[in-house]
């Protein structure tokens, strides 16, 4: 699988377990490219490309969800403010579907909108010979509409509780933060308290936190961050 799908599929994607027999497992093989969407309001529309690279064909389903927070798929919302065609569609093996994305309504001016589309392999029946357990694929990938010059503006903190010091951010900008790695050091001593390599998004005008990453015993720290606005380094008291 190419980089920029294996990317995806870490990133955003959770693996249902669809029809059940003993052995193997199969799996559809799917690549998709670009692994988000960026549009403004004044071009609210683009594409992503599916690839089958497996074996077998697959029915897919595309969903289109607002997102205005957290980052897992319990917290999206159905919306018809985004169009993504075609909805339903079989994709042959080795065969490509472009997938067409439009904004309907008129986004905002001064704050980023954020989607979430959702790209779901139908499950299907298997052949009474065939041998293994059927997994679906679910890409969830995000869409935004970014008006011009908008950007993310994060506030950190370091906190202490009852059960162990707490990393929070709060992006007080008009677009997504987004937090690819970070690591945390004692700033004493500078050793390495915490690793976290899950991606993390942080909308506009909302917040994000890591809690009890470390005992409540812990001082000073020196944050580093791998994000879209570069990498950070903070020190943060607490």
């Given at each position: 699988?190419?980089?920029?799908?294996?990317?995806?599929?870490?990133?955003?994607?959770?693996?249902?377990?669809?029809?059940?027999?003993?052995?193997?497992?199969?799996?559809?093989?799917?690549?998709?490219?670009?692994?988000?969407?960026?549009?403004?309001?004044?071009?609210?529309?683009?594409?992503?490309?599916?690839?089958?690279?497996?074996?077998?064909?697959?029915?897919?389903?595309?969903?289109?969800?607002?997102?205005?927070?957290?980052?897992?798929?319990?917290?999206?919302?159905?919306?018809?403010?985004?169009?993504?065609?075609p909805a339903v569609f079989n994709l042959p093996a080795g065969e490509r579907q472009v997938i067409r994305v439009a904004s309907r309504d008129a986004a905002p001016s001064e704050i980023e909108t954020?989607?979430?589309?959702?790209?779901?392999?139908?499950?299907?029946?298997?052949?009474?010979?065939?041998?293994?357990?059927?997994?679906?694929?679910?890409?969830?990938?995000?869409?935004?509409?970014?008006?011009?010059?908008?950007?993310?503006?994060?506030?950190?903190?370091?906190?202490?509780?009852?059960?162990?010091?707490?990393?929070?951010?709060?992006?007080?900008?008009?677009?997504?933060?987004?937090?690819?790695?970070?690591?945390?050091?004692?700033?004493?001593?500078?050793?390495?308290?915490?690793?976290?390599?899950?991606?993390?998004?942080?909308?506009?005008?909302?917040?994000?936190?890591?809690?009890?990453?470390?005992?409540?015993?812990?001082?000073?720290?020196?944050?580093?961050?791998?994000?879209?606005?570069?990498?950070?380094?903070?020190?943060?008291?607490?």
């Open positions: 699988m190419r980089s920029f799908a294996r990317s995806a599929l870490l990133a955003c994607a959770c693996l249902l377990l669809c029809c059940g027999w003993p052995t193997a497992a199969l799996a559809t093989s799917l690549n998709v490219a670009p692994t988000r969407v960026e549009l403004t309001p004044a071009a609210r529309s683009g594409s992503i490309v599916l690839q089958n690279t497996g074996a077998t064909p697959t029915t897919i389903q595309v969903e289109t969800f607002a997102w205005t927070r957290g980052n897992s798929v319990e917290a999206l919302e159905p919306t018809r403010g985004l169009l993504a065609v954020a989607y979430r589309l959702l790209i779901t392999e139908v499950p299907v029946e298997a052949p009474e010979t065939a041998a293994g357990i059927r997994f679906a694929l679910r890409l969830s990938l995000p869409v935004f509409i970014t008006p011009l010059r908008a950007k993310a503006e994060p506030s950190w903190a370091w906190r202490r509780g009852a059960g162990g010091r707490t990393l929070e951010v709060q992006n007080n900008g008009n677009a997504h933060l987004h937090i690819r790695r970070l690591t945390i050091h004692d700033k004493a001593s500078g050793r390495l308290l915490a690793e976290i390599e899950q991606p993390s998004y942080v909308l506009a005008k909302g917040a994000h936190r890591w809690p009890d990453l470390v005992p409540a015993t812990a001082g000073p720290v020196v944050v580093e961050a791998q994000t879209n606005l570069g990498g950070l380094s903070l020190d943060l008291e607490g």
